[in-house]
RNA sequence: UGGGGCGUCGCCAAGCGGUAAGGCACCGGAUUUUGAUUCCGGCAUUCCCAGGUUCGAUCCCUGGCGCCCCAGCCA
């Protein structure tokens, strides 16, 4: 049972194995742009900036993107968004390609930076000079901000807008040249200072950063804005649908002035709603915040929605991919219920996962008329579901772990788990009955179970035919292995911590249970050799995996992946 | 109070003038040696509101209301 599932799935998304894709309006404008001929074939690109590791909601991009391709029968590019060195990595870059790749996607030869256009650009930028179309300003950033005006006020020109073009070009070259420093002039577009659309006030194109840059090293010594970067960067690909998130369209106008403005080929803009999720953050601001400040352990805490961090926790690349297409994609601001996200998980690892009994909370059970020295196996099913994931042999012997919450002294009506007198079926084994109870004389805590079983019932099914409502699982107390366990839970105890109208107390939302530790439950000895990253349904309790990190030969920790849908707690057991 | 978006079931989401898909959640019920899975069945006479056009409007028009985004030399 060891290396049976290693997170198998992990190869390219294909069409054939995913479901079918719903309709959204990036479609609807894709089919039509096909079928006027405005476009031929189809080319996206999923362009992060390699300041952070990716989350949930990028994966909800790539997938966009990298499943549009696939639809489609075009590619999508993987570009690296690297026009600001101060805040990017190189430790970001090898993540975030780690992740879509994992994720199952593949951008083939088509892997760019925005960095590689860094000289194109500043020729196109000489041009827009020369065209009168950008110069070159040296008010402060400070007064840059006052000159913009307000939502509702006008901008103002700057002193220097209107300088002749040969002085800007010669302004512009000495910049590159490094003769001037941070901040003391930037590149502007000549639009219009007085447009509602503030990004058209004469955005800024180029700002004078004396910073080494992961890729183009200590080349440049001014850099491009984004505005000024993503559009030209689209055109060089050849991108068709050029998809962003809603915040862009007021950008949108500024991408076709440039384009247009240098007359290349114009991609089409498309802004969907970025994804939120409940019970949990995703801005790179707070994720980094919840780092930084440990509240979680790293990036990949298994608690993170960072990619890195649900594939730690055992969630599937293809759990993610059938959430990322069953939540859809639209213009409408969505907080898309954590819950989704669980059960696309329990929908694949109920699938895959081979089962196995542990006990998280042993209590031990005595089982008074079973021979001392006697030790049984019996064959347990892999899969109840799936006979060709084959059996194992579990040991059984006169004292067993049982699950401390499966016996109650004083059972509520419904209950139909162990309690004195009653009996109840032990998983592949034999039905036992309970006879007494023993307890600690000083706290009066229940440390044994007594039970007498019915040898007639082997494998589980009285000879008498009698029913037995209740099956719990148990783990041979001389045979189980001692292993620890990680519990997770959601990692904020409130729907949506990032929208409280006073923002700034959202870590006081933080679920103060998000993480329980367990370090002596028992575990069927088959569980000692389960390699590290792979996924087992605990029966009866939920899909836990073996963690990557701290999982040490023969000696298994296993993070809870999620719970099991359970009825009884459901109704307020 | 400028500009740009958005408002269809508790949460997502199709729908594009012809009489409200689907998923999740929820509620039954069947099977079950996981209170799991699976399986059946139920779940918007109504589409933010109010007018108008039309034989007919969630889809068109007008006017409201509500929510989100924009004043980085961030992306």
Redesign the pocket.
């Known amino acids: 049972m060891a290396n049976q599932n290693d997170n198998k799935d992990n190869g390219q998304a294909r069409a054939a194995t995913e479901p079918s894709q719903?309709?959204?309006?990036i479609r609807?404008i894709i089919d039509e742009d096909l079928k006027t001929g405005s476009r031929q074939t189809i080319v996206t690109r999923f362009?992060p900036?390699p300041n952070g590791y990716l989350h949930i909601g990028h994966a909800k991009s790539i997938c966009l993107n990298f499943g549009l391709a696939r639809d489609y029968g075009g590619r999508c590019h993987l570009r690296f968004?690297d026009?600001?060195p101060?805040?990017e990595d190189m430790e970001y870059i090898d993540s975030i390609k780690d992740s879509v790749r994992w994720l199952g996607f593949d951008w083939g030869d088509h892997l760019h930076n925005a960095s590689d256009y860094f000289g194109q650009l500043y020729e196109w930028a000489e041009e827009l000079i020369i065209k009168g179309k950008a110069y070159v300003d040296d008010?402060?950033?400070e007064q840059?901000?006052e000159y913009?005006?307000?939502?509702?006020e006008p901008g103002k020109e700057s002193p220097f807008r209107n300088r002749p073009p040969e002085e800007n070009l010669d302004l512009f070259r000495r910049m590159r040249a490094g003769e001037f420093p941070?901040?003391?002039?930037?590149l502007r577009a000549k639009i219009d200072m007085s447009s509602?659309?503030?990004?058209l006030r004469d955005?800024?194109m180029y700002?004078?950063?004396h910073a080494s840059h992961p890729h183009t090293g200590d080349d440049w010594c001014l850099?491009p804005?984004?505005?000024y970067a993503?559009g030209q960067s689209d055109s060089i690909e050849g991108i068709t649908h050029s998809i962003c998130t809603?915040?862009?369209?007021?950008?949108r106008p500024l991408y076709e002035w440039f384009l247009d403005a240098l007359g290349i080929y114009a991609p089409r803009q498309i802004e969907f709603?970025r994804l939120n999720l409940t019970y949990t953050v995703m801005s790179k601001r707070k994720l980094l915040e919840l780092v930084r400040e440990g509240y979680v352990n790293g990036w990949d805490d298994p608690r993170m929605p960072t990619i890195v961090g649900m594939r730690r926790r055992g969630y599937t690349a293809r759990a993610i991919r059938t959430f990322c297409e069953?939540?859809?994609?639209?213009?409408?601001?969505?907080?898309?219920?954590m819950?989704?996200l669980e059960?696309c998980v329990?929908?694949d690892l109920?699938e895959c996962a081979p089962?196995a009994m542990a006990v998280l909370n042993p209590l031990r059970m005595v089982i008074e008329n079973y021979p001392e020295d006697l030790v049984e196996e019996f064959d347990a099913l892999n899969?109840?579901?799936d006979p060709s994931m084959g059996t194992r042999k579990v040991p059984f012997a006169r004292e067993i772990y049982i699950e401390a919450e499966d016996f109650l002294e004083e059972p509520p009506k419904?209950?139909?788990?162990l309690a004195p007198g009653r009996e109840v079926?032990l998983?592949?084994a034999y039905i036992v009955k309970c006879t007494g109870v023993v307890k600690d004389e000083k706290t009066g805590e229940i440390v044994e179970i007594r039970c007498t079983y019915d040898p007639e019932s082997r494998?589980?099914?009285a000879a008498d035919g009698r029913k037995i409502k209740?099956?719990i699982h148990w783990v041979s107390a001389a045979h189980g292995i001692n292993a620890r366990v990680r519990l997770y839970d959601r990692l904020f105890s409130v729907p949506q911590p990032g929208s409280d109208k006073n923002g700034a107390d959202w870590k006081s939302c933080l679920n103060p249970e998000s993480l329980k530790a367990l370090d002596h439950c028992r575990m069927e000895p088959g569980l000692a050799l389960a390699s590290p990253g792979s996924c087992f349904?605990l029966?009866?309790q939920g899909y836990f995996s073996v963690d990557i990190k701290d999982s040490l030969p023969g000696s298994p920790v296993f993070n809870r992946v999620v719970t099991?849908?359970?009825?009884?707690a459901?109704a307020g057991?």
């Open positions: 719903p309709t959204n309006f609807n362009p900036e968004d026009t600001n101060a805040k008010l402060a950033a840059i901000r913009r005006g307000t939502l509702t941070d901040g003391s002039r930037v509602p659309n503030m990004n955005p800024v700002r004078i950063l850099y804005m984004y505005d993503h809603l915040e862009f369209e007021d950008h709603a069953r939540i859809g994609v639209g213009k409408n601001d969505s907080w898309i219920e819950g989704v059960d329990r929908e109920n089962r899969h109840p579901n419904g209950f139909f788990r079926r998983r592949y494998g589980g099914s209740g099956t349904q029966e009866r099991l849908r359970d009825s009884w459901k057991a």
